[in-house]
């Protein structure tokens, strides 16, 4: 076959370009494996971040040198998995370098049962996923360094270089083989056209959506990092929009899938799901617990219907969101800050409340979920096609601010007196009764803070007290 002087072109281009970014460290790694008789590659998401003119996260390596090899070459390096890869440190920074591999029998799809180290570079690179993440950087055993014809080269026996100009999304081979292989690479594709703001050429997207079911064999956990991954991108909605048409929604959350074609009157001509999708893109990319927020804060809608309306959707939708978040194994503590805020999205602006109204509504949302929830209120509120802020809302929001920079106090903590004082003046034990004593406490200050000293609690304690004493069943 006769050259390509373009397609040569390109491909030297491309290697200049990897070659001014990549840190020298990563120089240093390669030149050691060639020095001691093997191939040194960068492959992966790494190379197309930096053929993309942006800054990859990390720079993964792969060789042809079999893993006990690799610890001896290089002292401290650790072989991290039956999979080839092996750890190094340099300049406190983590690189990993793996064998060439062939794998075989993907009877779970997702992990192989089988793995073969080899010497082919392009046999690696062809059971990798998409093209773009398919071609390598750097150089063979005893490639010439002397000229710059063998070094530095890039090799791209797939075409992910013309795919990656062109911003598109390519399975390597048979794209049914390779989301049957690893079914998270269907996730992970929409992922990263959303990321990439690249599009899934047409054979890849039919056979995700002929695959889609397969990502029910996954591990909750990966399909979540994968779902955090998506809403880490500057528009979710790309990601989402591509998994609901594949089917990959439905398999994810049947719940989020069934709100295409609800009516809501919010934007006209738009769906329920449509506003979840305006919700999550205008919610801020730097929040990702209320980017989540966003993405389940109407799950509970479809199961509410009711003549138009969506009574009590918040409580459902957070109870459903519970249990989506449990089963993709979120950490418990992001998931129940964005339960907390699902269960309250739904609270009124009222400026007509009392300043007393005021602080519990703080002390029921908890003064370090505020920001989160108004947050979520205001992505809200732009999904539903409302411009800038509402007047209303930015009033009541003053008006909390204005409460917590006051001198006010809005928890036990920050009563005059505790526990210890009641039992110590009042003779009281620990228990219950306790507890609801101090309640009573704060519920009175919350009304008139001016309470808050210890002689006029101490005797409010006391009253309350007898009153219990009259009526035992209140105690």
Same mark, same amino acid.
């Given at each position: 076959? &006769? %050259?390509?002087? *373009? +397609?040569? /072109?390109?491909?030297?281009? &491309? %290697?200049?370009? *990897? +070659?001014? /970014?990549a840190p020298q460290v990563v120089l240093d790694l390669i030149d050691q494996l060639v020095a001691g008789g093997h191939s040194g590659w960068v492959v992966g998401g790494s190379l197309r971040d930096v053929l993309l003119g942006r800054a990859p996260d990390d720079w993964d390596l792969a060789t042809d040198a079999l893993p006990e090899r690799l610890v001896a070459l290089f002292p401290g390096a650790v072989y991290e998995n039956r999979f080839g890869t092996v750890a190094i440190r340099r300049r406190d920074e983590l690189f990993e370098v793996t064998t060439f591999r062939t794998e075989h029998d993907y009877a779970d799809f997702r992990r192989p049962h089988r793995v073969e180290f080899g010497e082919d570079l392009v046999a690696d690179l062809a059971r990798r996923d998409f093209t773009v993440n398919a071609m390598a950087w750097g150089r063979g055993p005893g490639a010439?360094?002397?000229?710059?014809?063998?070094?530095?080269?890039?090799?791209?026996?797939?075409?992910?270089?013309?795919?990656?100009?062109?911003?598109?999304?390519?399975?390597?081979?048979?794209?049914?083989?390779?989301?049957?292989?690893?079914?998270?690479?269907?996730?992970?594709?929409?992922?990263?056209?959303?990321?990439?703001?690249?599009?899934?050429?047409?054979?890849?997207l039919a056979a995700i959506t002929a695959?889609?079911?397969?990502?029910?064999?996954?591990?909750?956990?990966?399909?979540?990092?994968?779902?955090?991954?998506?809403?880490?991108?500057?528009?979710p909605s790309v990601g989402l929009a591509l998994a609901q048409q594949t089917g990959l929604l439905a398999v994810i959350s049947p719940q989020l899938a069934l709100q295409r074609g609800v009516p809501q009157n919010k934007a006209p001509g738009e769906d329920l799901w449509d506003h979840t999708l305006r919700t999550v893109d205008a919610a801020p990319a730097d929040r990702p617990v209320v980017r989540l927020a966003a993405l389940l804060h109407d799950i509970g809608k479809v199961e509410t219907l009711a003549d138009g309306h969506f009574p009590h959707h918040e409580a459902a939708g957070a109870a459903r969101a519970d249990e989506l978040l449990r089963r993709l194994r979120y950490p418990r503590s992001a998931a129940d800050e964005v339960v907390h805020l699902i269960r309250h999205h739904m609270f009124g602006a009222d400026l007509t409340l009392?300043?007393?109204?005021?602080?519990?509504?703080?002390?029921?949302?908890?003064?370090?979920k505020l920001d989160a929830l108004f947050a979520l209120r205001r992505a809200d509120d732009a999904g539903s096609g409302t411009a800038g802020d509402d007047p209303v809302l930015t009033a009541f929001i003053a008006r909390?601010?204005?409460?917590?920079?006051?001198?006010?106090?809005?928890?036990?903590?920050?009563?005059?007196?505790?526990?210890?004082?009641?039992?110590g003046e009042l003779g009281m034990t620990q228990g219950p009764r306790l507890g609801l004593v101090i309640d009573e406490l704060l519920d009175r200050v919350v009304v008139d803070p001016g309470l808050n000293e210890r002689g006029s609690l101490l005797l409010l304690a006391q009253g309350i007290l007898a009153n219990m004493d009259k009526d035992p069943v209140a105690s």
């Open positions: 076959m &006769a %050259a390509d002087p *373009v +397609a040569d /072109a390109a491909l030297a281009d &491309a %290697a200049a370009r *990897v +070659a001014a /970014a010439a360094d002397t000229d710059g014809t063998e070094w530095p080269t890039l090799v791209d026996p797939f075409g992910g270089l013309a795919d990656l100009a062109a911003g598109t999304l390519r399975a390597v081979g048979d794209a049914h083989a390779r989301f049957r292989e690893d079914a998270l690479r269907m996730v992970r594709a929409v992922r990263l056209a959303a990321a990439l703001g690249f599009a899934i050429e047409p054979a890849t695959n889609a079911a397969l990502v029910g064999r996954l591990s909750g956990e990966r399909i979540g990092a994968e779902l955090g991954k998506i809403l880490e991108t500057p528009k009392s300043d007393a109204a005021i602080r519990r509504f703080i002390m029921r949302i908890g003064r370090d909390v601010h204005a409460e917590l920079t006051a001198d006010v106090p809005l928890d036990r903590n920050a009563l005059a007196v505790d526990g210890t004082d009641l039992m």
